[in-house]
């Protein structure tokens, strides 16, 4: 389903990822750790699209094609989804609102009838229960006073409004109080389905016994550096990153 | 002064001698006018000496050459398309201006509201007319209201009696059709008398695109406990050029609302003076103006908290685009008798290129010491981050810039208080937004496709 090779990026001179190879197939969770500031976000970004890096080289492919040549809302519409780290607030936009407009986008794009207004609202209150989000916040513009959790929930209703063929999560558990982690866990795993494949990224071993990770990636010095079942989080979570640094090869 | 315009003193000479030997204005507007020509012969045209009007380049509409429209006598055969021009497209009791004259015999609508022309004012009801017209804008602060008060053609008059709340929101529509480029002296006077209230929609419209320069002044007066709301819509041609100068007197306990949006235009320039003459009164003033191309629009506002316990909170936001260029200029006035007052303005901008150009100037003039005041006057670009966001989630560029700034936007026309007006302006906004409304398009005598269905590519009506 992705397919990354050698991949390099830098931003303002500095190279961030230095070579980073990952290979991601249908059905398969894939968790990525490191230490802060090492890059994970920068993949992410670079995945989605966002256009903020100077120098990007090495080969993306999704579902076969060239992700490099395709525009950030393309990527989305064939079925890519973020869950910021830092969700932004747009104030005056109603998740409503929002949510409506990029969906009848994407279906325009795949050739559907965009939803009529009741069919819409039936969804959208069917997914709010999903990750049993207010009405309140529903009503509310986008992320707009949210606190760190809810900002949180709020990516992961849009993740089940918009059931994307790759998830990437970054730190969605970050924030999140152990009730609402257990929600937010269970959710992303009732949309797990043997065609479809997430990336979470995170620090804490503890969302992974919600989310069972197939593979735990380290990405350190701008490479994965070592690749595990998920007993790896748990060895990471007992040894710190300085063993990693200790028992990989890596070259900084 | 005004020896750089030659044309227009002979246009001014001209139709100022038809007052002189018309009959029909009663002594005390003779008088006015005849002291307010000679205040503007004084003072000529606002130059760019005058601090206010530094950048607002009058000469260059001034230069051209214009006619004056002496007659209330001119129709044209399509005025029926007046009313079925967009914007004016509301559940409202419609009046119309054309070229300056009152399209309509008085009407006196239930309730004993009052709606006619000014001259007929004049005749019907002198006691009202002379104890308000021209107290105001006696002020003669510069020569286009001194102008207005020596040569107006004609205007609207709306009266609201005493513990009446008028129920039917009134529009009038001020409205260019010509066959040259004309100048236009409209002058408007509105009362709101005691307990009293009013909602008021007015438009500057224009259909003909030979160009017009209309100077109009208004005065409105609110009586104690009385309530205004007045909603103005600017959609002109791009060789338009309106001067607008607004003068609100409130008395104790009274709450008005203004609400400008200018759609488009040439050379806007809105001046509104709200003076709080009356304890416990608030004034909003607020105002929306989407400017692209050549356009430029100019705000001014001055509030003047001549006594204690009042509030005024100004908001004004603005997107410019292009070559767009627009002014903001908030004075606020706190003078030393005006204890526990509360002042607020707000200016908030989006420059969409490096060539657009926005100017923003918010002055507090304080001499009372209990005060809470604020000002805030910002220039941004759209949030790159929020643009990443929303495309990240399958909402194409020019969409993604659409909802933030038809967000930005709904943060004026939320304070609308009339649903009616708040969805019609809304609509309006966003099709602007989407660069589907202008000028020449609004209406069915310029358009060669009327009635086109329109097609949103985001539904955003409430769901
Ligand atoms: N806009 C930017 N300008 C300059 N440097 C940047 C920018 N964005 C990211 N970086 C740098 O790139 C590096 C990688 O950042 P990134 O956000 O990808 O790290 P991360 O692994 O997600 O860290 P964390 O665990 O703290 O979220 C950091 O050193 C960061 O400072
Ligand atoms: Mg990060």
Redesign the pocket.
Known sequence: MLEIKDLHVS??G?E?LKGLNLSVKPGEVHAIM????????????VITGRD?YDNISGEIIYKGKNLMEMAIEDRAREGIFLSF?YPVEIPGVSITNFMRAAMDEIYLYRGKKPMSGGEFLKYFNEKKQFVEMTANLANRSVNEGFSGGEKKKNEIFQMAMLNPDLAIL??TDSGLDIDALRIVANGVNKLRTPENATIV?T?YQRLLDYIVPDFVHV?YGGKIVKTGGKELALELEDKGYEWIKDHADIQL | MMENYQNLKQLFDGFFDQYINNETDSPLSLSIRKGAFEDFYRMGFPTNKIEKWRKTKLKDVLDLPYTINTSDRLRTQQQKSIFECEINNLDTDLFSLLNGWYEKSSENLLQGVIVCSIREAEQKYPELFSKYFDRMASDRSNGLIALNSAIYSDGYFVYVPDNVACNRTIQIVNVINATSRIFVNTRNLVIVGKNASLSLVHCDDSLSSFGSFVNNVSEFFVDEGGQLDFYKMQNKDEKATVITHNFVEQQRDTNTHANTITFNGGLIRNDTRVKLAGKGSHADVMGLYLVDREQFVDNQVKIDHAVSDCTSNQLFKGIVDENGRAIFNGHILVQQDAQRTAAYQSNNNIQLTDTASIDTHPFLEIYADDVKCSHGATVGQLDEDALFYMMQRGICERNARMLLMFSFAGQVIDHIKIPAIKNRISELVSRRLKGELSACESCELNCENPDSVMTFEIDMSKI
């Open positions: 931003i303002q500095k961030i490191g230490p802060n500031g090492t890059g994970k976000s920068t993949l992410a970004n903020i780290q970054d730190e990224i620090h990405l």
